[in-house]
């Protein structure tokens, strides 16, 4: 049975990651810095441990001594993570973690990148072998930097190592403030969502589709970097009138009411190619009925937020 | 009085360097993993400590609070280093000691930096504005990579940084089995030289040169990317007839006996031109004088090596 260790995986993508690997049979090992969370699954082993810290990063995982390690764990506080410094500590503890995984004996590596690797400012589709990597970013230069130097480290090493670059996901335990939750909550509420015009083109996922495909891509043996997205180019402004779907209350959006972010990209969609053929994986289902599981989700988590604070 | 932190203070470029900033009016706090090198100087604070010992650099760092750092420290090991996983370990624990040095109230950081970084198959003279940066190495994928973070990191931290990219240097305390000291050794202990035909062109200064000149680049509040060379095509047959000519014996070096390096670029040459005219400096004097004076410190030095082992 493969063992795999899991860094982040208290997070929004880690938890179904989990999961993904459970269904496929892996003995998975969860670093996470907080307190355990129980409700994950009873067959995970949890290592409670701060990946800055070194010493203590390299105990645990020389203690474990997996044959896999899916790595995510990065800066996530919304909105500040594309400028923060901690970009440049995340870059260094996930060259230490590598390095140590290596070095246990580690034989294949899955790293979480993301879409901000590439250049935003022309090609319709962005494409793994195609598109420059020219990130404006200190997150998308901090994960394309710790890419290029795991992709000429990782043969010399002799890992396997593979690099999954997410596109927009969205699901259970979402940020509250990113778009998907922030149009349902204040829906949920009763409240006129302002919105801007919602021309922007995305590529949108199911956070559980986004984990699958990572842990196909961990299972698979392919080495580089392959794109995590549906392929499916969806107008923002689509997302949130099937949100209002689900309210039932589309005259709560007011689009136009804000204006469109300067510096956003009009089109980010995935070549999904790479992701079908050679890691043999596509989405399941349709957006709409995932953007309603969704929203019941977050409709159950205010019920369980309400019975709490009662 | 600037007070400046050096790291790698008792290597080969960090001695002169130390001697270059003490010269500037510096206050200098030498930072080393090893005991004391007695020979460098009363005047500077020597701090031992193990850099890729985050916590133990932290308190070191914060108990300084100098303004300026200049970040030499990095795997040296001859030949090894090129393709070292340590590369990794030492551009993290870069990333790390900026990150502290910032946090500590630094306000001028100065990298070594390396040709390595540049594309090697092209352009007759390296220029830090028109020679693609594509590093072939390792150890030229870590630096860049390096570079690239800091260039994006220091404007939003606010810290004044430039970059020195070091050519080939020689001189006193250089690696014995790298080319001048080998080839200098050699022909002292009256035994045979072979060697390539020794056409490739490259760049030579003298490490108190370099030294002075990154004590230079650190003084002016130059921001990006500097060439340390001499800008000067030489090639490494007229070094070799150089030490020959020191040793009155041109008769020992066969040149031919061994072939080329396969992989070995025929021209790697600096562009100077920012060196001297934004950073205003300019190296002193010929080659073949600097020649001679590293032939007496080896002279010297096998002296002193001898008187050690009676």
Redesign the interface.
Known sequence: MSSVVVTGASGFLGRPLVAALLRRGCSVHALGRSAIPHAISAQVRWHRVDLFD?AATREVIQGIRANGLIHLAWETAHGRYW?S?K???W???S??L??DF?DSGGRRAVIAGSSAEYDWSGAPVLDEARTPLRPAS?YG??KN??R??VE??AP??GLSWAWGRIFNIFGPFEYPERLVPRAIRTLQDGRKLAFDDGAQIRDFLHVDDAADALAELHTSSYGGAVNIGSGEPVAVRDVINGIAECAGRPELVDYGARPAPADSPTRLIASVGRLRDVVGWSPRGHLRDRLRETWEWWKADAARTTDRNR
Chains 1, 2 share one sequence.
Request: proline share 0%; net charge neutral; glycine share 0%.
């Open positions: 070194r400028q410094s970009n440049l500590d870059t260094a503890a060259l230490q590598l390095l290596q200190l230069k901090s930097a710790l290029e130097l000429a480290w010399l090493a």
